[in-house]
């Protein structure tokens, strides 16, 4: 082993000394031989020296930022250069003109380049200026189609009270709705017994909703649609608006972006207010993140870039979320026409003059939201513009100025708001101010009496941690007849643990110098053992006053609540209310009694019904969309967001009374619960409802005449398994022990059985027994004989 040792290093040396002597040499002393036995060894070549500089192609596989990216491309070396086609590059992502000669990689700046020879791969780094920009998330799921079916709803609302002295009164509120593909019907009313008239409607309406164009029309009573700087009236005509209610998939005001670069493959996380709302897997180059944070207002977001080695960056973004605001390109709108509706809740038909108005909003930047709106009724027009800006993260700043023509109603209004927002506070201020004889609609529909002329208000709040929570506000408004009033007032609410909340409040009125509060404290006494709750109460003019009660909130899903309560005041009689509800599926009962003394009892009842899919449902009142759940069978349990709602009734139908319009919910039935007969091509579906209507989500479930029975060949031993059994055009297979199953059968059909090894016999399908045949479940038909 030491001779091997010493003999590697000495062969090295010999070898390093005789590299230095003549080839020939080498060959004639060496051997001791005549170098022209073998010949003598060539000369090594010298490479020409225009080779060096000559350049050689290479194909190479192209890595950016240490991502491969997949192409194999052609290179041009000239030593240490490297030349790439312009349009390799650009496909590769690389900005630059894809078109023309080879490009020096080593003349584009902010670009470097490696030849890695063991690999076969050209390394470039790239600065993120000249890699592809990247966009996570901002893109949410499109709303489904909302679908339409024909049916009706009955809304009512039944109520009764009276005293041993007092004379009873009774009314009956509706709604009825028609509902279909063409839109939706609806008319309000009550029934009322006692004094004036007996039904008094009060809404009659038309509306059809456009999800492509997200656009509204109503024909019939409507409210009018406008700008917060602008009244609402009541017409008897038509209106169109831009209504995104309708396509929930539509973020209407600017999010907020978050951007970074990366320089290698990377993770990015996006975390507010402790909660990852985005992220996803980026190529080194810039990188932008479209989110909707969980809160409005003021916060800040945290970018978390994971590179492939798993270093972090972490960058802290502050940003601000104004739903004031619209998209750039956004527009909203609003015009209506018609007459205005006089004397509504007391009288059913009476309109007067012909009005029209029409507002329009445009989103011009993220920042910039533009408004302006027009009005005309009898001798009076009116034009208007204002603004919504964002002030960064200071909050959004809202202005607008009208001003109204014609004869005893030229004047002006201006508005001026503010309004912040965050975690730990909010700001809101208003100002209002009217010159002149301004008449809007609201003036002209016989609104200026209580209208105000001139209106400040301020409302701050404040989060305190563990102190609660502590709102202020102060007003400021003078009346049309200037009669002015000032009020100030301050709220806190103090948690004690455990639910339990104490709740102060005092107000100032500045006009007649007087004060007045209140002092409450609420204990929750967990599980559904309901609310214990007291107070005190103190206003000028009045006798201080103490209450206490026990509550319980009528459970959501069903069940009892109710209410009991006491209160007295300084020198005064006990006042005493009680009252119970009970909610089922079929409606909701409440009944209680009030009074100081004599007694007041009172009792309601309320709920819908529904007509559709050639039923008659009866649930709690249906403010919006429902849905049928049609199965075809009974007591087949229905999930809806996979939480379990209830079971179809023995038509195979069950109504969900509160599927949210233009939502495509996920419905679903479980078929684990069917009997062993029944197929079901379809378990689960998203559907969306329209507002205001209904839709029957089918779920067909069909129930085979199905059997099972043994096969045997002739001398008594089971058909082999394997064997392929025909029945009409249906095919099964044989399972273990001659086991066959039949899907769908009829007593007496054949049956053609091809055997494993290639020889055929049949059987015929006798009647099941009496009993099994009306069961719905699998039939045994026992021992089959199989002949040839």
């Given at each position: 082993m030491?001779?091997?040792?010493?003999?590697?290093?000495?062969?090295?040396?010999?070898?390093?000394?005789?590299?230095g002597?003549?080839?020939?040499?080498?060959?004639?002393?060496?051997s001791?031989?005549?170098?022209?036995?073998?010949?003598?060894?060539?000369?090594p070549g010298?490479?020409?020296?225009?080779?060096?500089?000559?350049?050689?192609t290479l194909?190479l596989?192209l890595v950016?930022?240490?991502?491969?990216?997949?192409?194999i491309?052609?290179?041009?070396r000239?030593?240490?250069?490297?030349a790439?086609?312009?349009?390799?590059?650009?496909?590769?992502g690389?900005?630059?003109?894809?078109?023309?000669?080879?490009?020096?990689?080593?003349?584009l700046p902010g670009?470097?380049?490696r030849?890695?020879a063991?690999?076969q791969?050209l390394?470039?780094?790239?600065?993120?200026?000249?890699?592809?920009?990247?966009?996570?998330?901002?893109?949410p799921?499109?709303?489904?189609?909302?679908r339409?079916?024909?049916?009706?709803l009955?809304?009512?609302?039944l109520?009764v009270?009276g005293?041993?002295?007092q004379k009873?009164?009774?009314?009956l509120?509706?709604e009825?709705?028609?509902?279909?593909?063409?839109g939706?019907v609806?008319?309000t009313?009550?029934?009322?017994?006692?004094?004036g008239?007996?039904?008094?409607?009060y809404?009659?309406?038309?509306?059809?909703s456009?999800?492509?164009s997200?656009?509204?029309?109503?024909?019939?009573?409507?409210?009018t649609?406008?700008l917060?700087?602008?009244?609402?009236?009541?017409l008897?005509?038509i209106?169109?608006?831009r209504?995104?209610?309708?396509?929930?998939?539509?973020?209407?005001?600017?999010?907020?972006?978050?951007?970074?670069?990366?320089?290698?493959p990377?993770?990015?996380?996006?975390?507010?207010?402790?909660?990852?709302?985005?992220?996803?897997?980026?190529?080194?180059?810039?990188f932008?993140?479209a989110?909707?944070?969980?809160?409005?207002?003021a916060?800040e977001?945290?970018?978390?870039v994971?590179?492939?080695?798993?270093r972090?960056?972490?960058?802290?973004?502050?940003f601000y979320?104004?739903?004031?605001?619209?998209?750039?390109?956004l527009?909203?709108?609003?015009?209506?026409?018609?007459a205005?509706?006089?004397h509504?809740?007391?009288?059913?038909?009476?309109?007067?003059d012909?009005?029209?108005?029409?507002?329009?909003?445009?989103?011009?930047?993220?920042a910039?939201?533009?408004?302006?709106r027009?009005e005309?009724?009898?001798?009076?027009e009116?034009?208007?513009?204002?603004?919504?800006v964002?002030?960064?993260?200071?909050?959004?700043l809202?202005?607008?100025?009208?001003?109204?023509f014609?004869?005893?109603?030229?004047?002006?209004?201006l508005?001026?708001?503010?309004?912040?927002?965050?975690r730990?506070?909010?700001?809101a201020l208003r100002?209002?101010?009217?010159?002149?004889?301004f008449?809007?609609?609201a003036?002209?529909?016989?609104?200026r009496?209580?209208?105000?002329r001139?209106?400040?208000?301020?409302a701050?709040?404040?989060?305190?941690?563990?102190?609660?929570?502590?709102?202020?506000?102060?007003?400021?408004i003078a009346?049309e007849?200037?009669?002015?009033s000032?009020l100030?007032?301050?709220?806190?609410?103090?948690p004690?643990?455990?639910?339990?909340r104490?709740?102060?409040?005092?107000?100032r009125?500045?006009?007649?110098?007087?004060?007045?509060g209140a002092?409450?404290?609420?204990i929750?006494?967990?599980?559904?053992?309901?609310t214990?709750?007291a107070?005190?109460?103190?206003?000028?003019g009045?006798?201080?006053?103490?209450?206490?009660?026990?509550?319980?909130?009528?459970?959501a899903?069903?069940?009892?609540?109710?209410?009991a309560s006491?209160?007295a005041?300084?020198g005064?009689?006990?006042?005493l209310?009680?009252?119970?509800?009970?909610r089922?599926?079929?409606?909701?009962?409440?009944?209680?009694a009030?009074?100081?003394?004599?007694a007041?009892v009172w009792?309601?009842?309320s709920g819908?019904?529904?007509?559709?899919d050639?039923?008659?449902f009866?649930?709690?009142?249906?403010?919006?969309?429902?849905?049928?759940v049609n199965?075809?069978?009974?007591?087949?349990?229905?999930?809806?967001?996979?939480?379990?709602?209830?079971?179809?009734?023995?038509?195979?139908?069950?109504?969900?009374?509160w599927?949210?319009a233009?939502?495509d919910?996920?419905?679903?039935i479980?078929?684990?619960?069917l009997?062993?007969?029944?197929?079901v091509?379809?378990?689960e579906?998203?559907?969306?409802?329209?507002?205001?209507?209904?839709h029957?989500?089918?779920?067909p479930v069909?129930i085979r005449?199905?059997?099972?029975?043994?096969?045997r060949?002739?001398?008594?031993?089971?058909?082999?398994?394997?064997?392929?059994?025909h029945?009409?055009?249906?095919?099964?297979?044989?399972?273990?022990?001659?086991?066959?199953?039949?899907?769908?059968f009829?007593?007496?059909?054949?049956?053609d059985i091809?055997?494993p090894d290639?020889?055929?016999?049949s059987?015929r399908l006798?009647?099941?027994?009496?009993?099994?045949?009306?069961?719905?479940?699998?039939?045994?038909?026992?021992?089959?004989?199989?002949?040839?």
């Open positions: 030491a001779r091997g040792r010493i003999a590697m290093p000495l062969a090295g040396l010999i070898a390093s000394v005789l590299g002597l003549p080839t020939g040499a080498l060959a004639d002393e060496t001791g031989t005549d170098a022209g036995e073998y010949g003598a060894l060539p000369p010298a490479a020409p020296a225009a080779t060096l500089n000559t350049p050689e194909m596989e950016i930022n240490a991502k491969p990216s997949g192409l491309v052609r290179v041009t000239d030593g240490a250069r490297l790439v086609l312009p349009a390799d590059l650009a496909r590769a690389i900005r630059v003109a894809p078109d023309g000669a080879p490009l020096w990689l080593d003349t670009l470097s380049a030849y890695d063991p690999r791969r390394e470039i780094v790239a600065a993120s200026a000249l890699l592809p920009g990247q966009r996570l998330g901002g893109t799921r499109k709303a489904a189609a909302a339409y079916d024909m049916g009706a009955l809304n009512y609302d109520y009270s005293g041993s002295e009873s009164v009774a009314s509120y509706h009825a709705r028609f509902f279909s593909a063409a939706t609806s008319t009313g009550a029934l009322r017994s006692g004094r008239k007996a039904y008094i409607r809404d009659s309406v038309w509306r059809r456009d999800e492509a997200a656009v509204t029309v109503e024909v019939g009573d409507v409210v649609r406008g917060g700087w602008a009244s609402a009236v009541r008897g005509g209106q169109v608006s209504d995104f209610a309708v396509r929930p998939d539509i973020i209407t005001y600017p999010l907020p972006q978050f951007s970074g670069s990366a320089a290698l990377s993770t990015v996380d996006l975390i507010v207010g402790g909660q990852r709302v985005a992220g996803g897997a980026v190529d080194p180059g810039p932008s993140v989110a909707l944070p969980p809160v409005s207002g916060g977001a945290n970018l978390i994971t590179d492939m080695h798993g972090k960056i972490q960058t802290a973004m502050p979320v104004a739903s004031a605001l619209l998209r750039p390109g527009t909203d709108f609003a015009a209506a026409f018609g205005f509706r006089n509504y809740g007391t009288k059913s038909f009476d309109y007067g012909i009005a029209a108005t029409a507002s329009l909003r445009h989103g011009v930047t993220d910039v939201t533009l408004e302006i027009a005309i009724a009898d001798g009076a009116l034009a208007g513009g204002g603004a919504v964002a002030l960064g993260g200071g909050g959004v809202s202005g607008a100025y009208s001003r109204s014609g004869d005893g109603s030229a004047g002006g209004e508005t001026l708001g503010y309004e912040y927002q965050s730990f506070a909010s700001i100002y209002a101010r009217r010159t002149g004889d008449t809007d609609l003036a002209a529909a016989g609104g009496a209580w209208r105000a001139r209106v400040f208000s301020a701050l709040s404040f989060a305190l941690g563990r102190a609660g929570t502590l709102g202020v506000g102060y007003f400021d009346a007849d200037e009669r002015a000032r100030a007032n301050a709220a806190w609410t103090l004690l643990g455990s639910g339990n104490l709740a102060a409040t005092v107000s009125d500045f006009g007649d110098r007087s004060w007045s002092l409450s404290v609420s929750p006494l967990g599980g559904t053992r309901g214990l709750g107070g005190v109460f103190d206003a000028p009045q006798r201080r006053s103490w209450r206490a009660d026990y509550s319980r909130a009528l459970p899903a069903g069940g009892w609540g109710w209410n006491a209160a005041a300084d005064g009689g006990l006042y209310r009680g009252d119970a509800a009970l089922t599926d079929a409606m909701t009962l409440r009944g209680g009030y009074g100081s003394g004599e007041t009792g309601s009842a819908s019904l529904v007509f559709m050639g039923g008659l009866a649930a709690n009142r249906i403010a919006d969309a429902f849905v049928v199965t075809g069978a009974p007591d087949i349990p229905v999930r809806y967001e996979n939480q379990l709602v209830g079971r179809t009734n023995g038509d195979g139908q069950l109504l969900i009374p599927a949210s233009y939502y919910a996920l419905y679903a479980d078929p684990l619960a009997p062993a007969n029944a197929r091509p379809l378990v579906q998203r559907v969306a409802v329209a507002r205001g209507s209904g029957v989500v089918r779920f069909e005449r199905a059997a099972t029975a043994t096969l060949l002739p001398g008594g031993a089971p058909v082999p398994a394997g064997a392929i059994v029945t009409g055009a249906a095919t099964s297979y044989v399972g273990w022990e001659g086991f066959v199953y039949l899907e769908d009829d007593p007496g059909e054949r049956l091809d055997l290639g020889a055929r016999c059987a006798g009647e099941p027994a009496a009993a099994d045949a009306s069961a719905n479940t699998v039939v045994d038909l026992g021992d089959l004989p199989c002949a040839a």
